[in-house]
């Protein structure tokens, strides 16, 4: 069966301070991998998503990167953190090629503090 | 992708179903709708999509209407550890954004 593990479950970062989160899946090949944020008392915000090793669509301009090493590996970076980078980050991933209503499936989470 | 409309909250007891409603009046014909879980401090869970035909697998039931404009999520035999937030999305195939909103919170009491 599939899984997918995200690390480091928390985080507390000072501003100006960089990022790594990692993120990666066993038992499928080619998934879809994507990075969600959420913020406290809201919804899910889609920042990246990859449908293959190197190619990264972003939705929503921010101080935040994302990049896809390895089939199975999502990473989020920063270079200097900002306060409003606080919150909940979630790595997703799903079937790569499919009839397009295949589901993501997400992983625990990294909750991410910035002092 | 349609907007969803949910109740902020549910109770339900211990062992009896949990009805879960959603309204999506304003779905159009290729759009699935899914179920999703959210426990405390975990990441969201899936439970189940469909397109029209009622739906069955191991944790729960969906019940779509035949105009499709609403929909129910049944958990059959409620237990203390199904008390989280429910959310109801409608999507377009393909679309890479699960957009969640604000769900329901389902407590079941013992």
């Known amino acids: 069966s599939q899984t997918i593990h995200q690390w480091p479950a928390t985080l507390v970062q000072p501003v100006g301070s960089p990022l790594s989160l990692e993120c990666t899946v066993e038992?499928?090949?080619?998934?879809?991998l994507y990075w969600y944020r959420q913020a406290a008392g809201r919804g899910l915000q889609l920042l990246f998503y990859s449908v293959g090793i190197g190619q990264i669509s972003s939705e929503v301009p921010q101080n935040l990167s994302a990049s896809r090493p390895q089939d199975r590996q999502f990473i989020l970076s920063s270079k200097k953190l900002l306060l409003s980078d606080s919150g909940f980050y979630l790595c997703a991933w799903s079937v790569g090629v499919d009839r397009g209503d295949q589901p993501q499936h997400f992983g625990d989470g990294t909750r991410l503090s910035i002092l | 992708d349609a907007k969803t409309t949910q109740p902020p909250s549910m109770d339900c007891a211990e062992g009896r179903a949990a009805n879960l409603p959603c309204n999506h009046s304003t779905i159009s014909g290729n759009e699935y709708v899914y179920w999703y879980r959210q426990i405390h401090s975990q990441g969201p869970q899936y439970i189940i999509h469909?397109?029209?035909n009622n739906e069955t697998n191991e944790m729960a039931s969906l019940i779509i209407t035949e105009d499709r404009k609403s929909s129910t999520l049944i958990l059959p035999h409620a237990t203390l550890r199904d008390t989280a937030v429910y959310y109801c999305i409608v999507r377009v195939p393909y679309n890479n954004d699960m957009r969640f909103g604000a769900g329901t919170r389902l407590t079941v009491k013992p």
């Open positions: 038992g499928t090949s080619n998934p879809n």
């Open positions: 469909g397109l029209k």
